[in-house]
């Protein structure tokens, strides 16, 4: 039985990714943190595209013990498609040391954003080198191409995304596996805090359907043309002025703190 699996499979994006490729007849394993969430989503999916689904309650900002029980559970399932899609950011844009909570925060953003992606990737990709055949697609974000003052530990962990896609692509692209990095703007979702779809930022299913045209067409993509036009304009400003650009990108996450804060007061 091949199976798609998508982590953070409950929420935007991966919910989207699930739902869409279980529409081209795909089977489905949900892993996410909540089961009640995941229920949901299964039973929408099972009744909607007629397809299997399985779920797998994990929290990716814990421990490596996690991984052992989501092997365990994928042993002897054939694994065609992983959407490396979970991930966390910051409550709202802030300066490195003046994150609240930091001392919890930061290590569960590089548990959750970077060993996530490790760890599923050598869980599933060799059942894949075995049969010759797979894809994987890894969600980076534009905040690892464009300078992210103020995220400063989500672009990073968001960069190391990208840099290893792009190396695991070159080492295992002989074996018929496509490693694709996916670099989202904005999208409106819960995380992103954007509740109403622009043409900037999208809903998650519009960005998902533009995203998976690409898949086998290009390795590194934002997925979605107003993202790749609005890097393409803050790269454009690097050459005229890197101390512009950096200016810039400050000014719009200074004011997205003050909004975010002036909310949270209300």
């Known amino acids: 039985m091949c199976?798609?699996?998508?982590?953070?499979?409950?929420?935007?994006?991966?919910?989207?990714?699930a739902e869409l490729l279980a529409q081209q007849g795909?089977?489905?394993?949900?892993?996410?943190?909540?089961?009640?969430?995941?229920?949901?989503?299964?039973?929408?999916?099972?009744?909607?595209?007629?397809v299997q689904t399985k779920t797998?309650?994990?929290d990716f900002t814990e421990s490596e013990q996690i991984y052992y029980d989501i092997e365990k559970q994928l042993t002897g399932i054939e694994v065609g498609v992983l959407i490396n899609n979970v991930g966390m950011s910051y409550p709202y844009p802030e300066f490195f040391l003046e994150v609240s909570n930091?001392?919890?925060?930061?290590?569960?953003?590089i548990n959750c954003n970077i060993l996530s992606v490790t760890n599923m990737c050598k869980i599933v990709m060799p059942g894949m080198v075995e049969?010759?055949?797979?894809?994987?697609?890894?969600?980076?974000?534009?905040?690892?191409?464009?300078?992210?003052p103020l995220l400063a530990i989500y672009g990073a962990t968001k960069a190391y995304v990208d840099k290893f896609s792009d190396d695991l692509s070159t080492e295992y692209s002989k074996y018929g596996i496509i490693v694709q990095c996916v670099l989202p703007g904005y999208v409106a979702t819960k995380m992103?805090?954007?509740?109403?779809?622009?043409?900037m930022a999208p809903s998650p299913h519009?960005?998902?359907?533009?995203a998976l045209k690409t898949i086998g067409i290009q390795e590194h993509t934002t997925g979605y043309f107003p993202h790749s036009l609005l890097v393409g304009v803050i790269h454009s400003l690097r050459y005229i002025s890197p101390s512009l650009e950096k200016w810039l990108v400050m000014r719009t996450m200074i004011n997205i703190k003050s909004r975010a804060i002036r909310r949270h007061a209300q």
């Open 3 to 17: 199976l798609t699996v998508v982590t953070g499979a409950t929420d935007g994006v991966g919910k989207a990714y």
């Open 26 to 50: 795909l089977n489905v394993v949900l892993i996410s943190r909540t089961q009640a969430k995941l229920d949901d989503v299964a039973s929408k999916i099972e009744s909607t595209y007629k």
């Open 56 to 58: 797998i309650a994990v």
């Open 102 to 109: 930091k001392e919890k925060l930061y290590p569960n953003l």
């Open 131 to 148: 049969r010759r055949k797979g894809v994987v697609v890894n969600v980076s974000s534009t905040a690892a191409q464009i300078p992210s």
């Open 192 to 199: 992103s805090k954007i509740r109403s779809a622009t043409w």
């Open 206 to 210: 519009t960005y998902v359907k533009s």
